[in-house]
């Protein structure tokens, strides 16, 4: 049964999750990363690399990288 | 000296027009001058809720156009409440600037200018916020509404407003004293602004908008009378919406189911 403890709980995770920012330059970094790893594997098409970063009520934070290519490399092994 | 007070929350249905338009009627009963003010552009509800959908004969969008002045498009509800009404024409008409100049306008003439807003992550809620001084943020005691509630909060302090009382709305008073429900002071601790009022569900409201102040058995006319003497400072009581349900005749009552 839900109790109104527990919600207050979860209603504080969500609240300070939504004031805690991500700093604006981790998620250019991060981009800019993200970019150099999927370069060698693939052709990416300009500006289609999105990485978000969501909080949820547990607190925890979900990562998720969208992009989009034009051509698959070919990788030589080895 | 009179007031601005745009009435908000964070999401929708959470009962901004109902409490706009209660309130203003419990602020006119207590011997104010009152206009209650159709921010809520396009989605307009607030007439009908006080029953005057029907007599309505300028709008805000020909008052826009120079077609009426702002006293001739005031509806009068009863002797010291008026409404203001929504344009039912294209709402770009009323431009933010020009919906400022309204409620200039209104100011003049009314103790309390309410203004019945779009919750504050709508498109339409800067023309709303743009004319008014103070805020009311209206939320129910449900974390999605909270959180949507405290960014707003965010959202009027961007516009300069930062006097901004709290208003639970369709509290249930036996899951509060059941520790089922939130409680407006935890509600409020969280938001970090002061609790203006706490407002009961009621099956009446829900059924007819308006609260029947005359059944006394009803808190909710009584709620509405307290928010309104909160929002003009002559008395700080807050609605008792637990202690009815709390104690042995508490339970023996919610037993009996009256
Ligand atoms: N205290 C209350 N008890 C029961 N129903 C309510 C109460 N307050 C509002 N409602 C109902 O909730 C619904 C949404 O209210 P409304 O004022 O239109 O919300 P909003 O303007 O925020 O979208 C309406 O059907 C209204 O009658
Ligand atoms: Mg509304």
Redesign the interface.
């Known amino acids: 049964m839900k109790t109104s403890s527990d919600e207050l709980v979860r209603l504080q995770k969500v609240i300070l999750g939504d004031s805690l920012k991500i700093p604006n330059g981790v998620l250019e970094v991060l981009k800019s990363d993200i970019k150099g790893v999927l370069n060698s594997y693939f052709e990416l098409k300009e500006e289609s690399l999105k990485p978000e970063i969501e909080i949820d009520e547990e607190g925890l934070y979900h990562i998720k990288i969208s992009a989009i290519c034009t051509a698959v490399k070919k990788v030589k092994a080895l | 000296m009179s007031r601005v007070i745009v009435i908000t929350s964070g999401k929708g249905g959470v009962g901004k027009t109902t409490v706009s338009a209660n309130l203003a009627l419990s602020l006119a009963a207590k011997g104010k001058k009152v206009v209650a003010v159709e921010g809520d552009i396009g989605l307009n509800n607030l007439d009908v809720v006080l029953g005057v959908e029907d007599k309505v004969v300028y709008d805000a969008g020909e008052v826009a156009m120079g077609k009426a002045t702002v006293m001739q498009a005031l509806v009068p509800i009863n002797d010291r409440l008026s409404l203001f009404p929504a344009t039912t024409g294209a709402l770009n008409i009323v431009t933010a600037d020009i919906f400022v100049d309204i409620i200039k306008e209104l100011k003049k003439s009314f103790d309390y200018v309410l203004i019945d807003s779009p919750a504050g992550i709508e498109d339409n809620f800067h023309r709303a916020a743009m004319g008014a001084e103070e805020g009311l943020l209206v939320t129910t005691p449900h ?1 999605p509404a ?2 949507d509630g ?2 707003t909060v965010k959202v009027l302090a961007s516009y300069g407003i930062t006097k901004v009382g709290l208003v639970i709305n369709r509290v249930r008073g036996e899951y ?1 004293a059941d ?5 407006p002071d ?2 409020a601790k ?1 938001m970090q602004i002061p609790l203006y009022g706490i407002l009961p569900e009621d099956d009446f409201v829900n059924l007819y908008g308006i609260a029947d102040v005359k059944n006394k058995r009803s808190g909710i006319g009584y709620s509405y009378s307290l928010l309104a003497s909160y929002v003009d400072g002559s008395d700080k009581k807050l609605y008792d919406c637990v202690s009815q349900y709390g104690g042995f005749i508490g339970k023996f009552r919610r037993w009996l189911n009256i």
């Open positions: 974390i909270v959180r405290y960014k509060v520790k089922m429900m939130l409680s935890e509600v969280v």
